[in-house]
Nanobody, 129 residues
Framework: VQLQASGGGLVQAGGSARLSCVAS????????MGWFRQAPGKEREFVAG????????ASADSVKGRFTISTNNAKNTMYLQMNSLKSEDTAVYYC???????????????????????WGQGTEVTVSS
C-alpha cells in the first residue's frame, strides 16, 4: 500500500491550500486516515483524522475552524483543506492510513501515530508572513 501526498508549497499567511493523499497498491480495508505534521525542530503532531466508512472526524485544537478533512472514497483519496494559514502551520505534512486491525476503533484513537499502518512521504507547506 502506498500513500502519495501532494499539494504543498509556499503560501502567504491568511491564504489557503489543499493537500491530497492518494492510496494505491493492493486492495486493503481502510478504517481511518489522518494528517500529521512536523515542523522544523519539533515532534510530529496530529492534525486531523477521518473514519473512512462513517466520515467522523477529529482535529487538533490548533486547526479547528480553519482546516477541514474529507475523503473521496471512490478515488481512494483524502484531502485537507487549509484556510487562514498561519506561519506556525509551516511543516511537512504526512498522510497516514489504518488498516483492518483497527476495525472497531473510534475517533479517539486517531490522534495517536501508532494507530496507523501506512505513511506517505510528506509534502511541505511553508507559510510566509
Amino acid at each position: 500500500v502506498q500513500l502519495q501526498a501532494s499539494g504543498g508549497g509556499l503560501v502567504q499567511a491568511g491564504g489557503s491550500a489543499r493537500l491530497s493523499c492518494v492510496a494505491s497498491g493492493r486492495p486493503f480495508i481502510t478504517v481511518h486516515m489522518g494528517w500529521f505534521r512536523q515542523a522544523p525542530g519539533k515532534e510530529r503532531e496530529f492534525v486531523a483524522g477521518i473514519q473512512w466508512s462513517s466520515g467522523s472526524t477529529a482535529s487538533a485544537d490548533s486547526v479547528k475552524g480553519r482546516f477541514t478533512i474529507s475523503t473521496n472514497n471512490a478515488k481512494n483519496t483524502m484531502y485537507l483543506q487549509m484556510n487562514s494559514l498561519k506561519s506556525e502551520d509551516t511543516a511537512v505534512y504526512y498522510c497516514a492510513a489504518a488498516g483492518v486491525r483497527f476495525i472497531g476503533s473510534t475517533t479517539k484513537e486517531m490522534p495517536e501515530s501508532s494507530n496507523y499502518d501506512y505513511w506517505g512521504q510528506g509534502t511541505e507547506v511553508t507559510v510566509s508572513s
